[in-house]
């Protein structure tokens, strides 16, 4: 938060605009915040009289937007990645900010046929507005997990997708996750307990084919690069995915390796590369039904089975565990608090947990109508189903599938988010929801892989959206135009990642395929082969055929029961 610009504005201001919504009782709790990292850093005090969506907003906050999106995506299909993240759309646009406040004429602008008007420059360049430019270019730089999908039908599968198909893909699939937002607000943004630590503190700041055991690495985005920040994750957290590292990478793997665990010295100990029974890439075109794009059992069978890397096996055991235990810890450390929030909701009674930050926010600005998250949700459903039913059913997956996939991300929403506000982590979806369709719709990859968006991004992007709404909560700034930069903001990024991936895909000769591609070039994929990998084994091939007694990993299984029952000696001894 202390990254934001400095608001020597608001404190120039006379005392009568300086508002606060103190209580004077005593008590810290009531008076300001339960949580002492909000204490120390969030003001208590608010300027409502100072703009916020202002003309400078919309300029900057687009072109940050759209620049960061072209990019990313542009960056992305090349071997060497580059990441371009919002502060450094944040850092620039401060004396760009300052720059047009000093040059810009106040000129009143007025929309044609209409009676609203703005001013081109309302005064001096203040945090709201530096806020809401962040948020767009957030936007910007947040990728569209859509595109991933577009990207292995045309490069890898090598088959034809419907240009109006693959926009409304990339679109429907970014908005989702708005309609569980709103529904979770006033349990993930009102609550003073759901914090959201990644929104308070300032920070600053070889592996390529083995684990870097014994490397310390200094350069900060080597240090943040996997796990985001570390400042921002509170000390028992790291200390819990350190422990987790060191038994994972330097016991189980190198143990299962060197005992030949599921044939694990076939194949390097960390790719995600699939292998057939020999050692050798595992040749997809022998089992995949061309006209239908779907497996051919009969092919399968006098093929071979399925193998991945035995660090890869373990990575899908993780996750297994991990969707476990995300259940059974919400349950036992914040069920009762969840509970007791609902009786109180029910009862008209929630000003009772508002502390300081959300009086004032219900004080000085008016809410986001519900009905703005209901309209999104409906229209996007709408359109999502049109996506999946039209244009021959190219991407496999049924109207059913889709409703199913919404039902998952608004189950796990709240209780990845109550982890998400209070540890920093983020539980994905990806797995479970790879695995479940696999079952439901064995081998057909795009049904595997648009299930998987579905469910799994539109509760990451409510999640984000939640995390960006509480960091206007701790600003001060107006909820509709929060929602409304937003909104105009994840369009607008999808479309710029859309546009520039299509673009690539139908330009650039043999993108993607190493084998075909000029030596030395860098349009190599790395990241979508990853996805396209990942489709193979919950899509092609199928969890059932990877994780039963028909295929090689059933032990896997057993990492739900570990997961499950992982929280409880912790719960016990707390």
């Not at 934001?4 to 004077?24: A, M, R």
């Not at 926009?167 to 349990?187: E, F, I, V």
């Not at 985001?228 to 190198?254: D, K, M, R």
């Not at 990575?315 to 450390?333: K, N």
Request: with cysteine; glycine share 6%; aromatic share 14%.
């Amino acid at each position: 938060m202390s990254s934001y610009i400095h608001d020597d504005v608001l404190e120039s201001l006379p005392g009568k605009k300086y508002q606060t919504d103190i209580h004077v009782t005593g008590n810290e709790e009531v008076n300001d915040s339960p949580i002492e990292e909000v204490r120390l850093i969030v003001p208590i005090t608010d300027d409502p009289s100072q703009p916020a969506l202002t003309f400078r907003t919309w300029v900057l906050g687009l072109a940050s937007c759209c620049l960061l999106a072209f990019v990313n995506q542009f960056f992305s299909y090349r071997q060497n990645r580059l990441s371009v993240g919002s502060v450094s759309a944040q850092i620039l646009v401060l004396p760009m900010g300052k720059l047009m406040a000093a040059t810009l004429p106040t000129k009143v602008v007025r929309f044609p046929f209409t009676n609203w008007t703005f001013s081109l420059n309302p005064g001096p360049f203040n945090l709201k507005e530096h806020v809401l430019i962040t948020i767009f270019a957030s936007c910007g730089a947040s990728g569209v997990y859509a595109v991933s999908i577009i990207t292995i039908v045309k490069a890898f599968y090598h088959r034809s997708l419907n240009l109006v198909a693959a926009m409304l893909l990339a679109q429907t699939t970014q908005l989702l996750g708005y309609g569980w937002a709103g529904l979770l607000r006033k349990y993930l943004v009102d609550s003073p307990y759901m914090w959201w630590p990644a929104n308070l503190v300032q920070q600053l700041g070889s592996g390529l084919h083995g684990f870097g055991n014994g490397s310390f690495g200094r350069d900060w985005s080597t240090v943040a690069g996997f796990l985001g920040g570390p400042l921002a994750t509170p000390l028992f957290a790291i200390v819990n995915i350190l422990i987790g590292f060191f038994l994972f990478l330097s016991v189980l793997v190198p143990i299962a390796y060197w005992t030949n665990a599921y044939e694990a010295r076939k194949f390097p100990i960390m790719t995600s590369k699939t292998y057939d029974s020999t050692g050798k890439i595992y040749k997809i075109s022998r089992i995949l039904n061309e006209k239908t794009f779907d497996l051919n059992q009969a092919a399968y069978d006098n093929y071979s089975k399925l193998y991945v890397s035995v660090l890869f096996a373990f990575t899908y055991g993780l996750s297994f565990a991990t969707l476990m235990a995300s259940i059974s810890h919400v349950a036992l450390f914040e069920g009762h608090a969840i509970w007791k929030m609902w009786k109180k909701t029910t009862i008209a009674a929630k000003d009772q947990f508002g502390d300081v930050h959300t009086r004032m926010m219900k004080k000085n600005y008016e809410a986001v109508p519900q009905w703005w998250f209901y309209t999104i949700l409906i229209l996007t459903v709408i359109l999502s189903i049109y996506c999946l039913e039209s244009f021959d059913k190219q991407l496999q997956l049924p109207w059913w599938g889709l409703l199913f996939a919404c039902v998952m991300a608004f189950s796990f929403t709240l209780p990845v988010g109550i982890i998400q506000a209070t540890t920093n982590l983020q539980p994905g979806l990806n797995v479970i929801t790879e695995l479940v369709i696999g079952y439901m719709i064995p081998g057909k990859p795009l049904a595997n892989v648009a299930f998987k968006t579905y469910g799994y991004i539109s509760m990451s992007q409510a999640l984000g959206f939640l995390s960006d709404f509480k960091l206007g909560h701790y600003m001060k700034i107006p909820p509709r135009s929060m929602f409304i930069v937003q909104l105009v903001g994840t369009i607008a990024a999808s479309t710029v990642y859309f546009c520039t991936s299509w673009w690539l895909l139908t330009s650039i000769d043999h993108i993607c395929d190493k084998s075909l591609l000029p030596v030395g070039s860098p349009w190599t994929c790395p990241s979508d082969q990853v996805f396209y990998n990942a489709s193979i084994i919950w899509g092609v091939v199928g969890p059932r055929r990877m994780f039963t007694k028909e295929g090689i990993y059933p032990e896997l299984n057993w990492f739900f029961l570990i997961g499950l029952l992982s929280p409880v000696p912790v719960w016990l001894l707390l």
